[in-house]
């Protein structure tokens, strides 16, 4: 490229000290304006509004002069006016209304120095001033052209750049779904397997529970087979007797039936307490089940909560690392870097939004299971006061609410004590072994 070098006489024209002291007159005296400058008189009004057109005119005079024609006394002489202009302009301020007669005399002064400027060019001057824009005119075109190729070359790079990323962006979304369905399938295999050993274990238990309950009352059967058959002979000895001593058999039969009803009451009493407690004792080990579920839902809600707060923490790190650095340089905001970062952020919004889902699903069955060990826990009780027809009512019920479809959300108000109910199998021993005593007591 061709570098261009303006002629002495526009060097010397261009650096010459009347053009910067001309442009700071032209800022101030806006800027400095008095403050009640709409409210002065024609006359001070007009002595400033003068000066700006003064000066408006010779920037005007000083921009279209050529520097062939350009005289360094005439542009010193200017120069030295306008440096001497602070004076009145000061006094001027302080009071216009007094003072704006000697504004007036210095912009008077200021235009017949404007008036020894040259304002004719000759054809040789002219011809000089349009070589001399055809110069800066070929020496703008080709500043322009490498500008433009410049762009091109940065555009070009940042859009490689731009593709490299996407690509990037692409391969870690579908790292993120491959990571995210080997989950759900660890997940629904540990479901299956837990769910299939809990109904095994349920299945055990249900058929021991119904063997000792078998057993129970065949023992009953018999306590009551032995029981009528010494009430019959006891029946037969009482005919006898009476056929022998009928007056004293009747007292003896009045206190023997009376003893007999007292006896009956009190094994029905114990047989309604048995079959209370086994009740109980079925519904609180059924319910011990369901609490360990619980707590493991409670766990694994725990770990999932953590993961959702770790994700989100890394992705507004992320937003925030991409917001500081956009920090205008010489190029201006490197958008790439930029883009780049936000992308990263908004990956770990998806693990972020599931496993906060899955927290809120592990949370609910915590919930869930709590409240139905509580509830088989406290059933068994009052269903026994109940007649067939109402068990078999609340039985179904609850059948519908615990494993059907209408099973609804944890209430809010379950209560925190329900972690420490649990039933161990000794304990569930020393039960039977109390009822069985019961029992046999009465039956003697």
């Known amino acids: 490229m061709t570098q261009y070098k303006p002629s002495p006489s526009t060097q010397r024209y261009r650096a010459h000290p009347v053009h910067t002291t001309l442009n700071q007159w032209r800022e101030k005296l806006p800027a400095e304006r008095p403050d009640n400058f709409k409210d002065l008189d024609p006359d001070p009004k007009n002595a400033y509004v003068r000066l700006r057109w003064v000066l408006r005119d010779l920037k005007a005079r000083l921009d279209k002069l050529n520097p062939m024609l350009a005289q360094t006394k005439v542009l010193n002489n200017i120069n030295q006016h306008l440096s001497q202009l602070q004076n009145p302009w000061i006094q001027y301020l302080s009071n216009p209304t007094g003072q704006w007669q000697q504004?007036?005399?210095?912009?008077?002064?200021?235009?017949?120095?404007?008036?020894?400027?040259?304002?004719?060019?000759?054809?040789?001057?002219?011809?000089?001033?349009?070589?001399?824009?055809?110069?800066?005119?070929?020496?703008?075109?080709?500043?322009?052209?490498?500008?433009?190729?410049?762009?091109?070359?940065?555009?070009?790079?940042?859009?490689?750049?731009?593709?490299?990323?996407?690509?990037?962006?692409?391969?870690?979304?579908?790292?993120i779904t491959s990571q995210k369905a080997r989950l759900d399938q660890m997940l629904i295999q540990h479901n299956e397997a837990f769910t299939k050993a809990?109904?095994?274990?349920?299945?055990?238990?249900?058929?021991?529970?119904?063997?000792?309950?078998?057993?129970?009352?065949?023992?009953?059967?018999?306590?009551?087979?032995?029981?009528?058959?010494?009430?019959?002979?006891?029946?037969?000895?009482?005919?006898?007797?009476?056929?022998?001593?009928?007056?004293?058999?009747?007292?003896?039969?009045?206190?023997?039936k009376k003893k007999s009803d007292e006896l009956l009451t009190l094994i029905n009493g114990q047989l309604d307490k048995?079959?209370?407690?086994?009740?109980?004792?079925?519904?609180?080990?059924?319910?011990?089940?369901?609490?360990?579920?619980?707590?493991?839902?409670?766990?694994?809600?725990?770990?999932?909560?953590?993961?959702?707060?770790?994700?989100?923490?890394?992705?507004g790190g992320m937003v925030i690392w991409a917001v500081s650095s956009m920090n205008l340089g010489p190029n201006g905001i490197n958008w790439s870097t930029f883009a780049f970062r936000i992308s990263l952020g908004t990956a770990f919004l998806i693990p972020g939004i599931y496993c906060a889902k899955e927290a809120s699903r592990h949370w609910n069955a915590e919930k869930h299971n709590r409240r139905i060990a509580l509830e088989l826990a406290a059933l068994d009780p009052f269903l026994v006061k109940l007649d067939e027809a109402k068990q078999k009512e609340i039985i179904e019920k609850k059948a519908d609410e615990y494993f059907g479809q209408g099973v609804s959300q944890d209430r809010e108000d379950d209560l925190p004590a329900l972690k420490n109910i649990y039933l161990r199998g000794d304990q569930l021993f020393k039960f039977v072994e109390r009822i069985a005593k019961i029992v046999h007591g009465g039956g003697k």
């Open 103 to 175: 504004l007036d005399n210095h912009t008077e002064g200021l235009i017949n120095l404007i008036r020894t400027l040259a304002t004719s060019d000759g054809a040789q001057a002219l011809e000089e001033c349009l070589e001399e824009l055809r110069t800066d005119m070929n020496a703008a075109i080709e500043e322009a052209q490498k500008a433009i190729l410049d762009l091109q070359n940065t555009a070009d790079g940042t859009e490689k750049k731009f593709q490299k990323t996407n690509e990037q962006l692409k391969g870690l979304a579908a790292e």
């Open 198 to 256: 809990q109904q095994e274990r349920a299945t055990q238990f249900t058929n021991t529970e119904q063997e000792r309950i078998t057993k129970f009352g065949e023992a009953q059967e018999q306590r009551k087979s032995k029981f009528d058959a010494m009430v019959n002979e006891f029946e037969k000895t009482k005919k006898e007797v009476i056929k022998k001593h009928q007056a004293e058999l009747a007292s003896i039969e009045s206190d023997g």
């Open 274 to 315: 048995a079959v209370e407690i086994v009740g109980t004792i079925v519904k609180t080990t059924m319910s011990g089940n369901y609490q360990i579920i619980a707590n493991r839902e409670y766990k694994n809600a725990w770990i999932m909560r953590g993961i959702a707060i770790l994700a989100f923490l890394g992705m």
